[in-house]
């Protein structure tokens, strides 16, 4: 197994996160990479696999986790609904978003936005570690990378202002100088 822990160049503004998975929270028929950012279930040619392997796998079972199934269900208070097709293909790549701003949670899959699967998570109040999930037999997960970008002050107070508007089309009618409209406008 090839360690997949090559730091990634991020964008100004962004901010890199290292995730790993932990070592102490896995059942016996998980193997992780050395760096502990790759893990690897039911990997034993010769072995079938004899029930579940995971890595805290508590996708959606509690009022605190919001979670995607590889069978395409989205999972949160233990409750599931159907969100996407499953995907059994190999080599599936799903990307997690999310969007503490406008506390929204969604997900790709191979690059594609599958829509929104969450709201209201910026009212939680506790911290949120979106994951993906899969008991398929031979699957392979690899945490890549995690970046957010922090709002400047000036992003904050233009993002401040519009959710306190009815309508964008009352931009002009603000009492403010017209650099700050046009930046309102084209936020």
């Excluded at 995730?19 to 079938?48: M, T």
């Excluded at 392979?140 to 233009?158: K, Y």
Aim: net charge negative; glycine share 8%.
């Amino acid at each position: 197994m090839q360690c997949p822990c090559l730091p990634q160049s991020i964008s100004s503004g962004f901010v890199e996160e290292h995730w790993v998975w932990d070592v102490n929270a896995k059942s016996p028929a998980v193997q992780l990479s050395p760096c502990q950012r790759a893990v690897y279930f039911h990997i034993d040619p010769i072995l079938q696999s004899e029930g579940t392997a995971g890595v805290r796998g508590t996708k959606g079972m509690d009022s605190e986790s919001w979670g995607l199934s590889y069978k395409g269900t989205v999972w949160h208070c233990g409750q599931s609904r159907q969100y996407t097709e499953p995907f059994y293909e190999k080599a599936t790549i799903i990307g997690v978003d999310l969007n503490l701003y406008d506390g929204t949670m969604a997900f790709y899959k191979n690059g594609l936005h599958l829509g929104v699967a969450f709201t209201g998570l910026n009212k939680v109040g506790v911290p949120l570690y979106p994951i993906v999930s899969s008991t398929a037999a031979e699957t392979e997960l690899e945490l890549v990378m995690r970046s957010c970008r922090f709002l400047s002050l000036q992003e904050q107070c233009l993002y401040t202002v519009l959710q306190h508007l009815v309508d964008e089309v009352h931009i002009d009618t603000l009492p403010l100088p017209g650099f700050i409209r046009r930046q309102l406008k084209e936020f």
